[in-house]
C-alpha cells in the first residue's frame, strides 16, 4: 500500500506548475478529448512493451483529473496520481471512488509525495512540464524509482501531421529538434507511435479543437478533418471523424546495478554494473 512520504510538506512551489488551460478551464472538454484518443490503443500497446506494470507499483504525475488512473489500476498492484491544482485532484478522486489500489495525491513533478524507491513506473502523458530545464523533475522521479524502473513520458509530435502543422502554427518557436536533443542527452529512448482520434460528431471535434488552439488555427483544423472526411464520402463523414495523431513515447530506465564513473569516455558519464555482470 502507498505510504505518503514528507507528511505536511507542500507540493511543488506554484514556480514549478506549468498551467494548462486545456483541462483546467474546460475539464468536461478535456474528457471528451481524452475519450477521443488513442482509440486504436497503439499508444497503450507501445507503454505495455517499454515498461510492463502488470504487478507493478504505478505513479501517474500530471495526472488531471486521474483519466488514466483506471486503465493502470486493471492490473497494477497500487496506481498512485500526482497532480498540482487542487480542483483536479478533487475530480480525480471522484472518479477513483471505490477503486481500492488507486489514490490521489496533491505535488508535483518536481515534489512528488512519496518515499525514495517506492514505485516501479512513473508515467507523464501530455507532459509538457518534462521539456528542456526539467532536470529537478527527472531527478525526483529518479528518487522515487526503484532500481530498474522506468519513466514514460508521453508527448506530442510536433513533426507527424496533420496535427504537427497546427500546432507549429501556434507554437512557432518551439524546437523539436533542441527537444528530442535534450532528452538524448538525458538518457532517454524515444519512441515514435501514429495514433488515431476518433470523435463521433463535428460538435465534439469542435469542441477539443477549440481548447488546444488559438482561434484561427482551431477554425483551420476543423476545416481540415471535415474536409478530409468530406472527400472521404457521406458514409465517412456519418461514421465519424479521424484525426492522426503522432506522439513521442519517452522512456529512461533507471539502472538497476551499481553504477561507477566511466573513466573511458567523455566527462561526467557513467556505468551500470548489473547484479549478473559485477
Ligand atoms: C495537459 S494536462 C494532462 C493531464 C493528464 N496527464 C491527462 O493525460 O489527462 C497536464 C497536467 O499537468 C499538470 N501540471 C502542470 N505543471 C505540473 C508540474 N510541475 N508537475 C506535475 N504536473 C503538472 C497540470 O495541472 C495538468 O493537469
Request: aromatic share 8%; glycine share 8%.
Amino acid at each position: 500500500m502507498w505510504r505518503i512520504a514528507r507528511r505536511g510538506q507542500r507540493p511543488g512551489s506554484r514556480a514549478d506548475v506549468l498551467p494548462s488551460p486545456n483541462i483546467w478551464y474546460h475539464p468536461d472538454t478535456y474528457e471528451l478529448e481524452n475519450r477521443a484518443q488513442d482509440v486504436d490503443g497503439d499508444l497503450w500497446g507501445a507503454l505495455a512493451q517499454e515498461c510492463p506494470w502488470t504487478g507493478k507499483d504505478v505513479i501517474d504525475v500530471g495526472c488531471g483529473d486521474g483519466f488514466h488512473l483506471p486503465r493502470f489500476a486493471e492490473t497494477a498492484r497500487s496506481v498512485l496520481g500526482v497532480e498540482p491544482h487542487e480542483p483536479l485532484v478533487r475530480r480525480a478522486e471522484t472518479r477513483i471512488a471505490g477503486m481500492r489500489s488507486v489514490r490521489v495525491l496533491p505535488g508535483s513533478a518536481q515534489d512528488i509525495p512519496m518515499p525514495d524507491a517506492s514505485a516501479d513506473v512513473v508515467h507523464a502523458r501530455t507532459a509538457y512540464f518534462f521539456g528542456p530545464g526539467c532536470e529537478p523533475g527527472l531527478r525526483e522521479v529518479d528518487r522515487v524509482l526503484r532500481p530498474g524502473g522506468a519513466l514514460a513520458i508521453v508527448d506530442l509530435d510536433v513533426a507527424s501531421e496533420p496535427y504537427g502543422r497546427w500546432m507549429r502554427a501556434d507554437l512557432p518557436d518551439y524546437d523539436p529538434v533542441a527537444v528530442d536533443d535534450f532528452f538524448e542527452r538525458q538518457g532517454f529512448r524515444c519512441r515514435r507511435v501514429t495514433t488515431r482520434w476518433w470523435f463521433d460528431s463535428a460538435e465534439s471535434l469542435a469542441a477539443v479543437l477549440r481548447i488546444e488552439f488559438s482561434p484561427g488555427v482551431a477554425d483551420r483544423a476543423i476545416e481540415d478533418v471535415l474536409r478530409d472526411a468530406g472527400s472521404r464520402g457521406r458514409r465517412s463523414a456519418e461514421a465519424g471523424f479521424t484525426v492522426p495523431v503522432g506522439y513521442r513515447l519517452l522512456v529512461r530506465v533507471k539502472p538497476a546495478g551499481l553504477v561507477l564513473p566511466d573513466h573511458s569516455s567523455s566527462a561526467g558519464s557513467s556505468v551500470s554494473i548489473s547484479p549478473s555482470t559485477a
